[in-house]
């Protein structure tokens, strides 16, 4: 009992930072069960199982509040469906030993990602409203299902950002499409593991665990998403992911390195995560300020004069 309330705990946390930044669900999960001894084709065959509820959830509620481009979708997540089969295929003829500091080292890669992605600012919008070709978005959801079920997240990560980037979608829309079309990559990854691993490789208590937690905190993270920025929100989690990760690669076989250098290399991981998080607060209070500031002048009739 005490294992599934703390996995619902776990799933709740893990969905509220995905419905807050749009990612980051899987990568959160998977290294909180591999943290707890779980191994790496379980823990990532276990958060996809839950994610065909939670992603089916959320799916449908950006689908009705129109956040959703389905032709997005299709191009997308069909693709990544794919590279979702084929990632969990590979991780599943995986020894555990191997397999760990390569789910680590991705899940590394991915938490330095969110780190620095949301402790700058937001990309330009100029090319708003342009479509968004096969060709680019083909590659993408094979790379990012692959990575997904692979490192036991990154859909979210890849798929994000990379959309964003592209300033042809607005944010709401680009959130809505990766959530949705994530269903598809979740249903791929899990058939991908029941083949690989068959049904004892696959913990479905866990499973309802993180599903519980994560359908509870849907509408928490709706509210959450109005009142705590996105990108104090990303610096946190990328240091929990970067912090968590480097400790299973600094103990692996393929470092095994000392106590002074884990130390050593935990302060400084610490420092920069710290350092991130103080950024983006108070990079959050300047704009909230010239935000405040602007709507004064506005009341008052002023023109907010510019420098230069």
Do not use: C
């Not at 899987?26 to 958060?47: D, E, K, M, Q």
């Not at 079920?149 to 592209?166: E, F, H, Q, R």
């Not at 104090?232 to 970067?242: P, S």
Request: aromatic share 8%.
């Amino acid at each position: 009992m005490r294992s599934f309330v703390v996995l619902a705990l776990v799933g709740l946390g893990a969905q509220l930072v995905d419905g807050s930044l749009g990612m980051a669900y899987g990568v959160t999960s998977t290294t909180l069960l591999l943290a707890a001894g779980t191994s790496p084709a379980a823990a990532s065959a276990t958060v996809h199982l839950s994610e065909i509820g939670t992603t089916l959830a959320s799916g449908a509620a950006h689908w009705r509040f129109g956040n959703v481009d389905w032709r997005v979708v299709a191009k997308v997540g069909i693709p990544g469906a794919f590279g979702a089969f084929a990632g969990a295929t590979f991780l599943s003829r995986l020894s555990t030993e191997t397999a760990a500091p390569v789910m680590s080292l991705i899940l590394l890669a991915l938490g330095v990602y969110v780190l620095v992605r949301f402790t700058r600012r937001g990309p330009s919008t100029a090319n708003l409203g342009k479509p968004l070709r096969r060709r680019f978005l083909a590659p993408l959801g094979v790379v990012a299902g692959f990575v997904d079920a692979s490192g036991g997240g990154g859909w979210g990560p890849v798929g994000t950002p990379a959309l964003l980037a592209s300033g042809r979608m607005e944010p709401r829309k680009v959130i809505g499409t990766i959530d949705t079309s994530e269903f598809l990559v979740a249903v791929a990854a899990s058939l991908g593991f029941l083949a690989g691993l068959g049904t004892a490789g696959i913990h479905a208590g866990q499973a309802a665990a993180l599903l519980l937690g994560g359908l509870v905190a849907a509408p928490i993270a709706a509210w959450l998403v109005r009142h705590l920025p996105p990108a104090v929100l990303g610096a946190a989690v990328g240091g929990v992911i970067i912090v968590t990760n480097a400790r299973t690669l600094l103990r692996s076989d393929w470092i095994d390195a000392g106590a002074p250098v884990r130390y050593g290399v935990y302060a400084v991981l610490y420092a920069i995560w710290a350092a991130a998080v103080a950024y983006s607060v108070r990079r959050y209070r300047a704009e909230r300020t010239a935000e405040r500031a602007a709507e004064a002048a506005a009341k008052a009739g002023a023109v907010p004069e510019t420098s230069g």
